[in-house]
């Protein structure tokens, strides 16, 4: 499988790592309009490394294209004649449909919408996909492979706004509540080295929980909430303080964002 990835920023860049790592390409390129810190990507013999967008398309199957919103338009234009109908262009562009890429491209193209997140670098990304007419033939390649980086769900179009927030700007959130946890570990005496351990750790066996049982998460924290006890002490504080409707506004706010920004792109 050749992969060409357009656009090696932090997104591209991720993706290429969690390519190298699960050797989900026979060859790879990654592109870039300033390469210098991304050169070291060729020491993997497989990988190439170029300016030139045109090279890559011209040697790649399968194309990942993961540049800013504003710079994919012309970015599409520019490589309209190269792109044939086997390839498989996979889009992460926040906010910007299947039927703007085709109004660019045309209908004969494999179009594929995916939204990875940053854990793809460790083979841990939740990543949503969909597909135009002519690109629902080559979604199982797609799954096939977001699967080997991580776990991987097909969406429809529609929900792709909503998929970017929860599961790609997700990332972020789920940080900045470890960060917190840290920050309490570190008040309550840990250093912040060991802090960040414990909270890492607890926050990875508490979606390991979710995902090998199936249960919901109000299941699990039954288990823990001794009555009278300290955990559901905690929990009745944290709520007082609007940590679940913080969470959700938040969660609303950036789907928002999106939106605001998809008008500005029309
Ligand atoms: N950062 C993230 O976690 C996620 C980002 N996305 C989407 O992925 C896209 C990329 O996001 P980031 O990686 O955060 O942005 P970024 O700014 O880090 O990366 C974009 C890269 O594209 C390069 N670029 C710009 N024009 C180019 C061109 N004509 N040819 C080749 N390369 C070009 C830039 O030099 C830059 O390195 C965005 O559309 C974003 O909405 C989607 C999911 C997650
Ligand atoms: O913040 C952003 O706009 C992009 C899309 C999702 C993650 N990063």
Redesign the pocket.
């Known amino acids: 499988m050749k992969i060409a990835i357009?656009?090696?920023?932090?997104?591209?860049l991720?993706i290429a790592k969690g390519i190298l790592k699960s050797n989900g390409a026979t060859k790879m390129y990654l592109?870039?309009?300033?390469i210098t810190d991304i050169e070291h990507f060729e020491k993997y013999g497989n990988v190439t490394v170029t300016?030139d967008?045109k090279e890559a398309v011209k040697n790649s199957d399968i194309l990942i294209f993961?540049?800013?919103?504003l710079?994919?338009a012309?970015?599409l234009t520019d490589l309209k004649d190269l792109l044939t109908e086997n390839h498989v262009i996979i889009s992460?562009?926040?906010g910007?449909s299947i039927e703007k890429m085709e109004n660019i491209l045309g209908k004969d193209h494999n179009i594929i919408r995916s939204?990875?997140?940053?854990a793809i670098s460790v083979g841990k990304s939740m990543t949503c996909i969909c597909a135009n007419g002519k690109g629902k033939k080559r979604i199982e390649l797609a799954k096939a492979i977001f699967n080997r980086m991580g776990h991987s769900m097909e969406i429809p179009e529609v929900q792709m706004q909503a998929a970017?927030v929860i599961c790609?700007s997700g990332?972020a959130f789920w940080m900045r509540l470890i960060r917190a946890t840290t920050q309490g570990a570190i008040q309550l005496g840990f250093d912040a080295k060991e802090a960040q351990e414990l909270a890492m750790h607890t926050c990875d066996g508490a979606a390991g929980l979710l995902i090998a049982s199936g249960n919901h998460p109000e299941e699990e924290i039954d288990k823990v909430t001794t009555p009278m006890g300290c955990t559901i002490q905690g929990l009745n504080e944290m709520e007082h303080h609007g940590l679940s409707s913080s969470l959700i506004q938040g969660i609303v706010a950036s789907f928002d964002k999106i939106s605001e920004f998809k008008k500005d792109n029309q």
């Not at 592109?31 to 300033?34: A, E, F, H, L």
């Open positions: 357009i656009g090696a920023g932090n997104l591209g991720s592109t870039k309009r300033n300016t967008n993961a540049v800013q919103p710079h994919i012309q970015l992460t562009i926040t910007y939204m990875p997140n940053t970017t790609a990332i």
